[in-house]
């Protein structure tokens, strides 16, 4: 790029950064030397048209031209356990401890669209996230918690719709408007066939509530995103960052066909998509890997997809600290990592961040590992000084060639998946799920991992060097089997004292609409007002569309 055109990019960007808000203090490093918003090329560089400003397509350096200037990053802490008055509380600490939105971590059967008193729940109510049985419970959850000003992120992909339904009505309940809502939904039924294994049904059944949903939302709550589409359990099965990348974005890709192929304006829906990645422990790498996601993405909506607008081309997205990189042995060194993998996923420019607590890798979080997890990240916000300048590490030569590189390695993989297909996104998904090849993938990368491992060639502090502790054992969080006793009590106390004549026939309705062409979420909503438990909901689609099993692969 010829540094006159460079010149008038910057230009551009300084333009937008003085219309932007800003927030009001002194940007200045710690001893005292004023920094500018952002730094570019001082001489013409052939790479500066891939890397751009901020708040400028492609986006590699950011959407926005002034950074975490404008806004910080939310800081959304991952939270659920127990029942809804439990975790309720937790939510309540995390808001008053500087906490800037919730996500709702839910248990194994509310994950699998059961409810807690279901043969198959025995055993997991609570234990790995909260129990969701109905509508009811989510008057709990965000009790004296106003749904209109907290933005609020759902971690659940199977029974997402139910789900939001029961939110929904929560919010009703709050006297909360529709389109104040705010917040996310995962939904992403893909990474489930993928990676994570919770379905309810065959891929199509799954597609058409999630087309539903995006009509829905489109249309009624606009500032809501209803898909979240998540690499992060890609990568926590074992991929690598260039398959959690290319994987997670075709995964979207799949979805904008989904909603163009219901005729929605991608001006209109594409901003509802958001992403939700991992930051794991290579550091520059994973930095690399943020700035290439909001690179190819805005350049398939544009000139695969048609989206004309900034906004429609925007790769919003969430990060959490891996998961997979904390050790049991040594507990302590996983607050050093999950600070490291934080600081990447700033730096990469993420808009919201959960830190993992220490102790994850042995039980839920302790309320003190919660804090500590906490502080990790307004330690990076408020101490050192990252948020004043916009991609600071744009035009590093070891970031720009892992960015490339990382592109790169991602579009041959999408060229892979549109020749398993028809030579669009979703027949490949579709047709590399029912094969088993996305699993393949991530089972070979893993088991290599493995292997890295176990002849020393990666090493990991406190598990195969420097073994030597005086670390004690830790205090874990437990969730006493009385909770599970509890709410099933309660649940059976629900279903008596409702209108069951409400719940069959809202029940029986939301059937007759599974079998047209109707949007379901309207009479799912009815389902939920009337008490309707999210097993019930689940089961009757359940035995009109059936369940679907994975066909064995070896």
Known sequence: MAMDETEAGRARWQARYDAASKRNREFKTLSGLPVDPVYGPQAADPRFERIGWPGEYPFTRGLHATGYRGRPWTIRQFAGFGNARQTNERYKMILGAGGGGLSVAFDMPTLMGRDSDDAHSLGEVGHCG????????????????????????????????????????????????????????????????????????????HLRLIGDLMEFCAAEVPAYKPLSVSGYHIREAGSTAAQELAFTLADGFGYVELGLSRGLDVDVFAPGLSFFFDAHIDFFEEIAKFRAARRIWARWMREVYGARTEKAQWLRFHTQTAGVSLTAQQP??????????????????????????????????????AEIALRTQQVIMEETEVVNVVDPLGGSWYVEALTDRLEAEAE???????????????????RGIEDGWFMA????????????????????VGVNCHTGTTEQPLEILRVSHEVEAEQRRVLAERRAKRDQSAVDAALAVLVDAARTDQNMIEPMLVAARAEATLGEICDVLREEWGTYTEPPRF
């Open 130 to 205: 909260v129990a969701i049985d109905s509508a009811l419970d989510m008057d709990l959850l965000f009790d004296g918690i106003p749904l209109g000003e907290v933005t609020t992120s759902m971690t659940i992909s199977g029974p997402a719709v139910p789900i939001f339904c029961m939110y929904v009505v929560a919010a009703e309940r709050q006297g909360v408007p529709l389109r104040a809502l705010n917040g996310t939904l995962q939904t992403d039924i893909f990474k489930e066939y993928i990676a994570q294994k919770e379905w309810l049904f065959a891929p199509e059944p």
């Open 412 to 430: 041959e993989i999408f060229a892979k998946i549109r020749e398993m297909g028809t030579g669009d996104i979703t027949s490949g998904l579709l």
């Open 332 to 369: 302590d060194n996983n607050i050093v990592r999950t600070a490291v993998e934080a600081l990447a996923a700033v730096l990469g420019g993420t808009q919201s961040l959960h830190t993992n607590a220490l102790d994850e890798v042995l039980a839920l979080p302790s309320e003190k590992a």
């Open 441 to 460: 993938e991530i089972a070979e990368a893993a088991f290599d991992y493995q292997r890295q491992l176990e002849k020393g060639d990666k090493r990991v």
